[in-house]
């Protein structure tokens, strides 16, 4: 699994042998890369299902345009842009981040404190999963992908402001979440 | 994308980021088998559209070659068509006789007609004339003297003639059975045995009772069973999802929450992706057929050599020269008849009206071939008029050849007894027309500019077979001169361009699309034939605006 990521020439041979349409080269980069897809899809989809058909439309994807690859950053961020990308198609496509969906209400942020680590990664998945399906990306992209609201804003048609709003009120559920848990207090806490 | 570490992200963002940034989870291990296939599909639609694409290529080609072989054909056919009218000595009427019902003949005499004992050509008729009469009895032939038992029929290399000879004042009229049949069959037949063998041979070919043994479509596609066809065993995906759905049936999940399911991805199916849409109008646009006309300045770039005619007058004593007798006062008009025609000759307009069709090779090229006419004009004024006089020694008389302007004369050295130039009263002009017919082969780059509009440019050659020439003077002692396309002209009958041209464009609709913009054709050769280009030549070239409508093929109705 760490043999392709820390050498760089066989990581190129890998990216040569899918070039030239190699079955098992590819097999071999679904293998390094598909779990880590698999829960970013998971976190954009509502349910595993929709994942995995995002995974399968990603790879395919991947593999068509992998001669396009420019190595100039590594292949893990390449494959993980088309991914959430093929996501957002996806969901765009099945009409899930229309304005309709965003009729959340945030409710008043109740006080208190929280400790991520007290949560399961399938709580957490959860929470994220739960969210209105706009907030759930503008989340994803912006606390976990890294991009900024401009970038954000662009790849969703949104303003940047929207982007903003959306983001802070996904950002207040995600909160109320997980302070209705009920978790013991720890050091190291999360204060609101 | 950015690191999330170099932001002002808060102890939630960072915390997220933390425990979600190397999380992993195991996809289905079919998910793998699911692109293995995709994968697999992929690789066999590319191997079909290089197929596609090689096999479109190798019929743009051969379009291409057959049109070009064509014109030329057409070009060369009628000289020698011509060649042959020339060697027949005297030619006789044509008789046409009706045979078996509606099948007409001509009845052609030819030299291999003259052979003796009443051996007959047979020529080649249509197969659904002898068709319609299979069944035709041998007293359809008409014979002058039908107590002759030996009527022979000879096999006649000229068959396709389409010729029915008449020999030795029999009037016979008869049709062929299938050239292949009748033709390569040496030997003797009497009216009676080639009434039977046309009969024989036509018979099968009508009745088609050979052809017995074929399912037609509709009944091939009935008969195969539903199960083939269902769009759960045809689809995947589905097939996927009706699983799960009986697996859900056996389990906790809800029926409802299957059913919704299966709801969302058969939307999701039928809704076609951006790519589907792309890859659909690239395979449907491929040929496209378009018509195009410019309207042009064409340039002839013609030059006439200058030939200085020495005056006599007639004085004792000066050496005679070798020339036509020419006046003073004509060696000085031809002098300035040729200043004139260099000054005065000017570029006049032409039109071009071509069809292409054109074969895209990727999203930004195409290559386009096709027919192209085109009337290319030029005009000069002048104030001069050349007769020409020869004598006749026989009868001690001396002809006036037919006024003409200075250009055709001087095109070749004269050859008549005197010459004489004049000078009329008001200048007139001379009107010089040249029609071709083009076979152009071109290569357009195309991209988009917006929505609706694209840019375009094109070049590529083109063969041009001159099919008319006129010189039209607008004076009514000068009669016109027409040259055909087989004719002895001194203009050269086939030139090659090169044509270029740019321009925009705009998509009406999804089919059909209209250009404009600049073009311009170069002339590879003189427009005057190489024996008859005396004097230094120009290159003739056109220049002007190209408009054309474009019309994609198999995007009618989208």
């Known amino acids: 699994m760490k043999l392709f990521t820390s050498n760089k020439s066989e990581e190129e041979k890998l990216i040569d042998g899918c070039i030239a349409g190699k079955r098992d080269m590819q097999r071999l980069l679904y293998d390094l890369y598909a779990k880590k897809m698999m829960m970013v899809c998971m976190r954009y989809a509502p349910t595993t299902f929709e994942a995995e058909d995002i995974v399968q439309e990603g790879f395919v994807k991947v593999f068509a345009n992998i001669q396009n690859f420019k190595k100039d950053c590594p292949l893990e961020f390449w494959v993980r842009k088309i991914i959430v990308n093929t996501a957002l198609k996806y969901l765009r496509q099945k009409s899930l981040l229309t304005v309709s969906h965003e009729t959340e209400e945030v409710e008043n942020i109740s006080s208190g404190n929280y400790n991520l680590n007290d949560y399961s990664m399938d709580e957490l998945l959860s929470m994220i999963q739960s969210l209105a399906p706009r907030y759930r990306m503008v989340f994803n992209l912006y606390a976990i992908e890294g991009y900024n609201h401009k970038e954000i804003g662009e790849m969703l048609e949104i303003s940047e402001g929207t982007s903003k709003s959306q983001y802070s009120r996904a950002r207040a559920i995600l909160q109320n979440m997980l302070l209705s848990q009920d978790k013991p207090y720890q050091e190291n806490v999360i204060t609101r | ?558």
């Open chain 2, 1 to 558: 994308m950015s690191s999330p570490d170099n932001k002002d992200y808060g102890d939630l963002e960072q915390a997220m980021w933390r425990r979600f940034q190397d999380a992993e989870a195991m996809p289905d291990p079919e998910v793998w088998s699911r692109i293995d296939h995709a994968l697999a599909m992929q690789d066999n639609e590319k191997y079909k559209k290089r197929a596609l694409f090689y096999r479109q290529l190798a019929a743009a080609c051969f379009i291409l070659f057959v049109l070009s072989g064509s014109a030329l054909v057409l070009h060369f056919k009628q000289d020698q068509e011509q060649e042959l009218l020339a060697s027949a000595e005297q030619p006789q009427p044509q008789t046409k006789a009706p045979i078996a019902g509606n099948a007409t003949i001509n009845s052609t005499p030819t030299t291999e007609a003259a052979q003796p004992s009443g051996n007959y050509t047979l020529p080649k008729a249509e197969e659904g004339t002898i068709a319609a009469n299979a069944q035709v009895p041998s007293t359809n032939y008409s014979y002058a003297e039908p107590e002759e038992e030996a009527t022979l029929f000879s096999r006649n290399s000229k068959a396709s003639n389409k010729s029915v000879q008449n020999n030795a004042g029999q009037n016979y009229t008869t049709v062929a059975a299938t050239t292949a049949t009748m033709a390569t069959q040496p030997g003797v037949y009497s009216a009676g045995q080639l009434a039977a063998t046309t009969a024989n041979n036509a018979v099968p070919s009508v009745t088609g009772s050979q052809v017995q043994g074929y399912m037609p479509a509709s009944q091939a596609i009935a008969v195969v069973p539903d199960t083939y066809t269902s769009p759960t065993v045809l689809n995947p995906l589905l097939r996927r999802n009706a699983t799960l759905g009986s697996i859900a049936a056996g389990g906790n999940v809800p029926e409802s929450a299957v059913q919704q399911k299966q709801d969302e991805l058969l939307l999701a199916l039928n809704k076609p992706t951006e790519s589907e849409t792309a890859e659909k109008a690239t395979k449907n646009s491929r040929w496209n057929v378009g018509m195009g006309v410019a309207s042009s300045y064409f340039t002839q770039n013609v030059d006439i050599p200058e030939q200085y005619l020495a005056a006599s007058d007639g004085r004792p004593g000066i050496m005679r020269h070798t020339g036509p007798i020419v006046s003073v006062e004509t060696a000085e008009n031809l002098v300035n008849a040729y200043k004139e025609f260099e000054d005065n000759t000017q570029a006049a307009n032409a039109i071009n009206v071509d069809a292409k069709a054109g074969f895209r090779l990727n999203k930004r090229f195409k290559v386009l071939a096709g027919l192209g006419y085109s009337k290319n004009t030029s005009k000069t004024r002048t104030s001069y008029i050349v007769e020409q006089f020869l004598f006749n020694p026989r009868n001690n008389e001396r002809s006036k050849l037919k006024p003409t302007t200075v250009f055709l004369p001087s095109l070749h050295t004269f050859t008549t007894d005197s010459v004489s130039v004049i000078k009329t009263k008001e200048p007139f002009n001379v009107d010089y027309s040249y029609q071709m017919l083009s076979v152009p082969l071109e290569v357009q780059v195309e991209g988009a500019i917006g929505q609706k509009w694209f840019w375009y440019a094109h070049g590529g050659g083109a063969a041009n077979v001159i099919m008319q020439s006129t010189i039209k003077a607008d004076n009514p002692e000068i009669a016109d001169v027409s040259y055909g396309p087989g004719d002895d002209s001194p203009f050269r009958k086939v030139q090659f361009s090169g044509n270029a041209g740019l321009g925009l464009g705009k998509r009406l609709t999804d089919a059909v699309s209209i250009s404009f913009g600049p073009e311009y054709r170069h002339f590879f050769s003189s427009l005057l034939a190489s024996e008859y280009a005396n004097a230094k030549q120009g290159k003739p070239y056109t220049i002007g605006v190209n408009m054309g409508i474009n019309y994609m093929l198999g995007q009618a109705g989208k």
